[in-house]
């Protein structure tokens, strides 16, 4: 890279940095407190005494938060590899890694613990014993998303004086694949499905200094196909292939990369450089190599089905992978690509995953290694262009409300009270708002109930994602450990069922409501219950296409979700909904007719329904929609979104204009003499959630590639799921701030 583009670069990174904060690093910003690990390039003496098992990367360091030690001697030599995920941009479902037919991962004992095995086999991987497993959060379960470590053997020993060394190649297993895994694979490689390592905590990369391009997980394989207008030989997706020869000259197919050339990037330790590196850069380069058959046959030169072993208890060696570094990198080339497909007898494709380990100094400092993933997020400016589009439809909306306030009804109550004082015997001539006083707080006919459930639950959603966003704020809550936001949205919300019991029986209660206990059990039961059944025909649905390839989430993941709902959600909203009814009922300035006054006809079309809803929704959902397309990038394209406090504030633009368009509404429906505004007010913000839903279908039409019916209905329906959450939440700010305007408007009106 020129000089010139290393600067461009590190101009675009330092834009990407919180304002007012261009000295903090990436990584103290998604990793707050946390210090780099130290790894040894000397053995522990405990090392080569062979006793590996008190050398122990804890999981805190695992995950990026260890404390690293000055001393050497407890530093750790090996560093585990780690899957996180698969996954592609042609489908929302993911793949289970350890279900393909891969090699298989160490296997894990009950107490956490890698098993160690004397036998001459997959499980004796020398440095895992001492490494511990990621504990699976509730959202990384409900994701189908795990951390399970790898049978790579990556050691800082290897780095040799001179801070470099180019490993041979290494066998890492001998899998058999029979007709079914090839078509299993074939489709998945088709659809792109990308693998996700990590190293030390660092995403893997396949990284092109050339092209100054990077890209995070490598892929399983490559399909080539033949154009027939020009007879030259290309990706399914219309791109070429990322190989090391003319990819013309490669024969049309499905190709596997089996073999991976990881580059490991470290710093030294200033105080102790010739001790301890950090970690700073975890590059790979895959490869699609058919291995040369052994001269006795696989049998011969395998004990056992994934094993690196030979029937002799030797180290099974091939041709085509050499462990002498002399004898260079592994490359793609025409002849040797590994194609799946069956052999000439239709018998089973024999494939051994190889890899080469390289390391390389680096002068990146420890605390600037995650600036090359900022490079694919958007600059702060958009940002900062977002909060400012919001603060400005907000601060007319606010002015709106303001103008309404002061001029119109300060104007209209002064007016009507001051004609009372003045004249006694002269006729009122009341019009507008003012004529409905004894009919606007006449609760609705039909669904009472389910308006009491949908503001309950609405109010209990934004508890739960406000104090989501609070801890996060606050930096409790790391976004960047996967699943960890969803799980503290889900335990938030259960243990703010008190919110909902309490907002649904006062406002039931003032509706003269009866069936208090069905009123309560609704507000408990009917939106998990919903979600929690679609979520599981979605599990089954997955499960049943699929099978146990696909993330599908187990029975007892959905129980503990079940649990939760029954055993602590439930309680607290009949919790709260006791303090609710038992708390005096809502007192109104006016006193309500027994009969309904009629209401005329309005000429206005955009009173009317549900061209007031559109309109009402417009400008909200305007407010956000610039952060909405981060938001989608982080939870459709994996993108790293870690500056919370934007969230913070856009959600508090976005609630303050629904309270504020609310009021206008309802204020134009007052004066057009309609006093039905209670399921109105919750109608002109709710449907924030349909704008939402009609982005959703934008954005996966512009900006995803997503292909298939099954992954187009998973898509939708977690879409789906989050605008109708949304929609409750507006729907219940707009109800309640209504109610507050109306009470307020009424209660400076002198009224007999």
């Excluded at 001179?162 to 890492?172: E, H, V």
């Excluded at 301890?276 to 049998?299: K, L, Q, R």
């Excluded at 309680?571 to 708390?583: D, R, W």
């Excluded at 007010?681 to 900006?703: D, E, H, P």
Aim: overall charge neutral.
């Amino acid at each position: 890279m020129t000089r010139e583009a290393a600067d461009l670069r590190s101009q675009h990174l330092l834009r990407k940095k919180p304002m007012l904060k261009q000295s903090v690093s990436i990584t103290s910003l998604l990793f707050p407190g946390s210090e780099p690990i130290e790894y040894s390039r000397k053995k522990n003496s405990k090392e080569d005494e062979g006793d590996v098992d008190d050398v122990i990367i804890s999981e805190s360091e695992v995950n990026g938060n260890g404390n690293g030690s000055s001393n050497s001697r407890n530093s750790p030599t090996f560093i585990p590899m780690f899957v996180e995920y698969v996954e592609s941009r042609k489908t929302p479902v993911g793949v289970e890694y350890s279900e393909l037919p891969v090699c298989p991962l160490p296997e894990v004992s009950s107490n956490l613990h890698l098993k160690s095995n004397a036998n001459a086999n997959a499980n004796n991987i020398v440095g895992l014993q001492g490494v511990k497993t990621k504990k699976k959060n509730l959202g990384q379960r409900l994701m189908g998303q795990s951390s399970k470590p790898l049978g790579y053997q990556i050691h800082t020993t290897d780095i040799d004086e001179n801070n470099s060394q180019k490993g041979g190649c290494t066998i890492l297993c001998h899998v058999t694949m029979n007709h079914k895994q090839l078509k299993l694979m074939r489709r998945l490689i088709r659809k792109q499905y990308r693998v996700h390592y990590t190293l030390d905590s660092l995403p893997i990369l396949v990284r092109s200094t050339d092209l100054n391009h990077a890209l995070r997980g490598y892929p399983l394989g490559f399909e080539i196909v033949r154009d027939d207008d020009d007879d030259d030989e290309k990706n399914v997706d219309g791109s070429t292939t990322t190989t090391n020869a003319n990819t013309n000259m490669f024969p049309p197919g499905v190709y596997l990369n089996n073999h991976l050339r990881f580059t490991i990037y470290y710093n030294t330790k200033t105080s102790s450089p010739e001790e301890t590196i950090h970690i700073t850069g975890f590059d790979v380069s895959p490869v699609s190599i058919e291995h040369t058959e052994p001269a006795f046959g696989w049998d011969s030169a395998f004990s056992s089905p994934f094993s690196t072993f030979s029937i002799t208890g030797e180290p099974a060696k091939l041709a085509s992978c050499d462990p002498d570094p002399a004898a260079g990198p592994v490359m793609n080339k025409k002849d040797t690509l590994l194609a799946l497909k069956t052999d000439a007898a239709g018998g089973d494709l024999h494939v051994v995953y190889s890899y080469e380990v390289t390391w390389k100094l680096s002068d990146v400092e420890w605390p600037d290694r995650w600036d090359i993933y900022m490079m694919e997020t958007p600059d702060n400016d958009v940002h900062y262009f977002a909060i400012v589009n919001s603060l400005m439809i907000g601060f007319l909306l606010c002015g709106t409300v303001a103008i309404i306030m002061i001029r119109a009804l300060r104007k209209d109550i002064t007016k009507y009270n001051e004609f009372d004082i003045e004249d006694y015997n002269t006729p009122v001539e009341e019009s507008g708002w003012k004529l409905i006083h004894a009919d606007v707080f006449r609760p609705p006919k039909k669904g009472r109930t389910l308006l009491s459930v949908a503001v309950g639950t609405g109010l209990q959603i934004g508890t739960s994602v406000f104090f989501t966003l609070v801890f996060a704020v606050l930096r409790l809550l790391n976004p960047m450990k996967k699943g960890q936001l969803l799980s503290y949205v889900i335990i938030l919300y259960v243990f703010s069922g008190s919110v909902a019991g309490y907002a649904s029986a006062k406002l039931f209660k003032f509706f003269t409501g009866r069936a208090w206990k069905r009123t309560t059990f609704l507000t408990a039961a009917a939106f998990p219950a919903v979600v929690l059944s679609i979520f599981i025909t979605l599990n089954l649905g997955l499960y049943i296409s699929m099978g146990k390839v696909s993330t599908s989430v187990s029975f007892s993941t959905v129980l503990i979700a079940f649990l939760l709902w029954v055993c602590v959600s439930t309680p607290l909203v009949f919790v709260g909904s006791y303090f609710g009814y038992k708390q005096d009922k809502i007192e109104v300035p006016t006193k309500t007719n027994q009969i309904a006054r009629f209401i005329p006809e309005s000429r206005s079309w955009f009173v009317q329904f549900p061209q007031c809803a559109l309109l009402a929704g417009v400008l909200p959902f305007g407010s956000v929609v610039i952060e909405l397309s981060f938001i989608m990038g982080a939870l459709w394209l994996h993108q790293i979104y870690y500056i919370m406090g934007f969230i913070m504030v856009v959600c508090g633009i976005l609630t303050i204009s629904c309270s504020t368009v609310s009021m206008v509404f309802c204020y134009i429906q007052l004066c057009n003499e309609n006093h039905k505004w209670w399921w109105r007010s919750f109608y002109n913000c709710a449907s924030i959630g349909f704008f939402l839903f009609v982005y959703s279908m934008w954005y996966l039409v512009t900006k995803l590639e997503i292909v298939g019916i099954w992954p187009f209905m998973v898509y939708s329906v977690y879409m789906g799921i989050i605008s109708f959450a949304c929609a409750l939440y507006c729907g219940g700010v707009g109800v309640v701030s209504s109610f507050w305007f109306v009470r307020k408007i009424y209660a400076a009106v002198k009224v007999d």
